[in-house]
């Protein structure tokens, strides 16, 4: 049997980990966030354990940070996993980060022997609960193929998109460029909707069996904007946050994409306006609140 050590046990890596539990995983799990360890631990999970001590138990370490920073100190800080880590280790990083950082993380692997797939999910925290998240992964197939078994405790739909270890960043990064699209476009469709003596729920009904249907309207409309409830899901920090690292591959790539821009733009001024910490559909209220007409 395996043991799993997994850092990060936010609103998807706690879920992820404890289905990693349900599967017969001995699992390690570590947070700053004590709360969070504690919801592990009630869990059946082990917690309490250094880096060093997680690195010498187990076979694989996973990871799900919220930004390239706690990626980068996890990874490769002075007490980081590549420098403890031994061959032999297998170390995942589910967390959506800069594509640049999956290759730099390779590299130092590779030169401890230590191997490294970068494991983007989709899926969102119902996915994560429910073990239904899509996996894109990049890295040496022979590695993807021996995670198989972990990979299925947590999702449904495991691709490998090829050795390229930042392939399956990439293809996440479009994935949620598309995502940035449908929040906004659900957002200011519903704004006017509303403003045009609409029924919201009726209207869904109507377009959720029409060409207007989309996953990210359905998920925004029924979980959040109906019931004007932004308890995170996805903040919409991190949706900023990956759409920043979208426009940077088109940088890199000389790809010029103008919509996005404007996009970028509108997600980051909501978060100067306060609602970064909030789930990303909040971009309805944002809209409606800084954009109604006052008569
Ligand atoms: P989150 O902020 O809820 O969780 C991140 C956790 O990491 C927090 O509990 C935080 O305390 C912990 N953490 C931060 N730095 C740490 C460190 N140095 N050591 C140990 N723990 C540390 O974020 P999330 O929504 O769970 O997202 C995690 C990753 O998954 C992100 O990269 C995000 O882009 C990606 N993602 C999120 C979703 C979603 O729907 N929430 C979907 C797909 C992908």
């Not at 995942?92 to 022997?113: C, F, M, Q, W, Y």
């Not at 990979?151 to 996440?172: C, L, P, W, Y």
């Not at 906004?184 to 377009?207: C, I, P, Q, R, T």
Request: charged share 20%.
């Amino acid at each position: 049997m395996k043991k799993i050590g997994f850092i990060g046990l936010g609103n998807m890596g706690l879920p992820m980990s404890r289905n990693l539990l349900l599967s017969h995983f001995t699992v390690y799990g570590m947070d700053l966030n004590k709360e969070a360890e504690m919801s592990f631990h009630q869990s059946g999970g082990t917690i309490g354990v250094s880096v060093e001590n997680m690195v010498e138990q187990c076979d694989v370490i996973l990871t799900s940070l919220p930004s390239s920073n706690a990626v980068e100190e996890v990874y490769l800080g002075e007490k980081g996993l590549v420098n403890l880590a031994d061959s032999g280790i297998v170390l995942i990083d589910t967390s959506t980060v800069a594509p640049e950082l999956n290759i730099r993380i390779e590299k130092a692997a590779e030169k401890k022997g230590v191997a490294f797939l970068a494991a983007p999910v989709s899926g969102g925290v119902i996915g994560a609960v429910n073990g239904t998240l899509t996996f894109m992964v990049g890295g040496a197939k022979s590695t993807f193929d021996k995670m198989i078994p972990v990979f299925n405790a947590m999702g449904e739909n495991i691709f490998h998109v090829n050795e390229k270890i930042d392939s399956g960043t990439n293809t996440k990064l479009i994935n949620n460029l598309l995502i940035g699209f449908y929040t906004a476009g659900v957002s200011e469709a519903l704004h006017l909707a509303k403003n045009s003596s609409l029924d919201l729920e009726k209207m869904f009904e109507m377009l959720n069996v029409s060409y207007g249907q989309s996953r990210i309207y359905e998920r925004n409309y029924k979980s959040f904007i109906a019931d004007d409830n932004y308890e995170p899901g996805f903040s919409l920090k991190l949706l900023r946050k990956d759409l920043g690292f979208a426009l940077g591959l088109a940088a890199k790539n000389n790809v010029e994409l103008p919509v996005s821009k404007i996009l970028f733009d509108l997600y980051e001024e909501a978060e100067m306006n306060g609602y970064g910490e909030k789930d990303m559909s909040v971009l309805y209220k944002k809209i409606s609140e800084q954009t109604t007409t006052i008569l």
